[in-house]
């Protein structure tokens, strides 16, 4: 049995979202797990759910970080456990330092609340194996901060170390300007470190998990996390 | 003691709301607006702190090194 841990914040408002969907798959037992928390190690998967974090204060994702459960977030990094960030939980990832670079405002100042094309860049890692590299998936967004910057010299690692999961892509899989919901750049939309443990994302796999909700496709990433954690 | 804190974006990062800001000022009648940018002030009012301290605070907490600069002056 897989030992998800599901994290909450103050503020954090996709957290039943992410249990329900993670729940809807055999093998894994998930629960909820409250910021003052201080020990992970019942856990093999841990995920942090989007929302608003301490309402966004000063940065999104930044308050959270000194949250108690986040020292254990980081003892499970370096043991190699698997990670996801979702929306803010990216944001809370990059702001921990567990990922480069940062989540800025919107190029276009707008809250983005919509459906979008993701092309996937890698399929050697354990969030994405059960994809096809290049395929597309259809995923939601919902969010105002969701422009990845980055230093170039880490946007270059990033890229020479395959560590952009995802981009935002137009329905014939193009990478255009025009396909960017938010200004990101290199249409970046989803990274992950260079062990290959730690991922964070803007879009919502957890609210692409049901055909009533348009699109399934979110499927496909929680599908090869629970493969790749079978396997161990 | 009391300490201002300011941070601004980095000249590199675009800042949107700077530019959107520069529009409008432009509609109410300046011209010549090259250039908006918009960071954030902070007070505090705190017992004790090093300057490497304060620096400490800056970096880990109240600016993100990867956008944002930051400079502080201690008003007393």
């Given at each position: ?28 037992a ?5 910021h003052?928390?201080?020990s ?5 998967l841990i ?18 970080c000194?949250?108690p459960?986040?020292?254990?977030v980081k003892?499970a990094?370096?043991?190699?456990k698997?990670?996801?960030g979702?929306?803010n ?9 567990l ?5 800025i ?21 354990p ?9 597309l998936?259809?995923?939601p967004i ?7 910057v980055a ?7 990033l890229?020479?170390?395959?560590q ?8 014939e ?6 396909a960017?919901?938010n200004?990101?750049l290199?249409n970046i939309a989803?990274?992950?470190n260079?062990e ?7 879009p919502h796999?957890?609210?692409a998990?049901?055909a ?7 499927r496909?990433?929680f599908?090869?996390?629970?493969t790749?954690?079978s396997k161990? | ?12 990062v ?5 530019v ?8 109410l ?5 090259h ?11 705190i ?8 620096h400490?605070?800056?970096?880990d907490l ?7 600069d930051?400079?502080f002056?201690?008003l007393?």
């Open positions: 049995m897989i030992r998800c841990a599901v994290l909450q914040f103050p503020g954090s408002n996709c957290d039943q979202d992410a249990l329900i969907a993670i729940r809807s798959f055999s093998g894994v998930a629960e909820l797990v409250w003052q928390t201080t992970l190690e019942a856990f093999d995920i942090l759910p989007g929302g608003f974090s301490y309402g966004d204060y000063l940065r999104s994702g930044a308050i959270a000194f949250s459960v986040m020292q254990a003892k990094a370096q043991q190699g698997i990670i996801l979702i929306c939980g990216f944001q809370i990832l990059c702001e921990a330092h990922l480069p670079g940062t989540l405002r919107n190029r276009n100042l707008l809250f983005r609340c919509e459906e979008t094309i993701l092309r996937l860049e890698n399929n050697v890692t969030f994405t194996q059960a994809c096809e590299k290049g395929q998936l259809r995923l919902a969010h105002g901060e969701g422009c990845y230093q170039p010299d880490v946007l270059q690692e890229n020479n170390n395959n952009i999961l995802l981009r935002y892509a137009t329905a899989g193009e990478i255009t300007k025009a960017s919901p200004g990101s290199e989803g990274i992950c260079r290959k443990n730690i991922f964070g994302l803007m796999p957890e609210r998990c049901e009533l909700l348009g699109s399934t496709d979110g496909f990433l599908h090869s996390l629970i790749s954690l161990k | 003691m009391k300490i201002r804190i300011t941070i601004m974006p980095q000249s590199a675009l800042d949107p709301a700077g959107a800001t520069a529009h409008a000022l432009e509609h009648g300046f011209a010549g607006v250039s908006v940018r918009i960071g954030k002030s902070i007070e505090l009012d017992a004790e702190a090093t300057e490497e301290q304060l400490q605070a800056c970096r109240l600016s993100n090194p990867v956008i944002e930051y400079h002056e201690i007393k």
